[in-house]
């Protein structure tokens, strides 16, 4: 299947710093990206899903200006945590959907943010 | 509010039994299913998925049976390996229009492992 890598994979960071999450589709184009986060023992949530060239669009309850997202190519979307706080901790996983098939949607392998 | 539900946060198998993994839904605009399986690092991989068109859906020794109205699917895995031991997510979705066409929504995972 088709390759999406995360960067980085763990980063802890400072209560009040920003940090940037990377989401890339290695061997194919995504025109959809979808951005999830995951508590302990609890389900994938989804945040927000981005299409290329244009504005997320974020679930309810999700603050777009504390999680800014900016897909601007076909095979790249970044995910900001801005002036991040404890709470913001958790793990977030990327996905891309190549066509428009439900199982044509790959994970990235997620990553760890720890804010102290 | 939970609109898919995995019961059962862990299940422990004998190698060459059945295993089966239980999912329950309340959101009647559901109406494609998809069950991922995720080993720890990695972001999910998808599995098999049904329509709500169909009550089983086979592929080698995954099954998936779902039940519309008692809202539940399960994914039954025979002869279950060691190397099945993971976790498994089921997750939904609506396909006919509207703003939740495409979005998945994820159980909470089921740990499944699967004894030599």
């Known amino acids: 299947g088709a390759v999406v890598s995360q960067h980085p994979s763990r980063v802890i960071c400072k209560s009040g710093t920003s940090v940037k999450i990377e989401c890339r589709s290695l061997?194919?184009?995504?025109?959809?990206m979808f951005w999830y986060r995951q508590f302990p023992k609890k389900s994938l949530m989804l945040m927000a899903t981005s299409n290329e060239g244009s504005k997320a669009t974020y679930e309810q309850g999700v603050e777009k200006d504390k999680f800014l997202i900016n897909h601007a190519s076909l095979t790249l979307s970044t995910l900001t945590v801005t002036s991040a706080h404890p709470e913001d901790s958790s793990f977030y996983i990327c996905?891309?959907?190549?066509?428009?098939?439900?199982?044509?949607?790959?994970f990235g392998p997620g990553t760890r943010l720890t804010v102290l | 509010d939970q609109q898919v539900k995995q019961n059962s946060p862990s299940l422990s198998v004998q190698e060459g039994r059945i295993s089966i993994l239980n999912c329950d839904y309340t959101?009647?605009?559901?109406?494609?299913f998809l069950w991922y399986k995720k080993y720890p690092a990695e972001g999910p991989t998808f599995l098999i998925s049904?329509?709500?068109?169909?009550d089983k859906n086979e592929d080698g020794r995954f099954t998936v049976f779902l039940n519309k109205s008692a809202k539940h699917l399960s994914l039954h895995i025979v002869p279950s390996q060691p190397g099945d031991s993971a976790v498994y997510f089921c997750a939904a979705t609506p396909r006919r229009g509207g703003t939740s066409y495409g979005k998945l929504t994820f159980g909470q995972g089921t740990i499944l492992t699967v004894h030599p």
């Open positions: 959101n009647s605009m559901f109406d494609y």
């Open positions: 049904i329509s709500s068109i169909k």
């Open positions: 061997d194919f184009q995504a025109t959809t």
């Open positions: 996905s891309a959907r190549q066509g428009l098939a439900y199982n044509e949607q790959f």
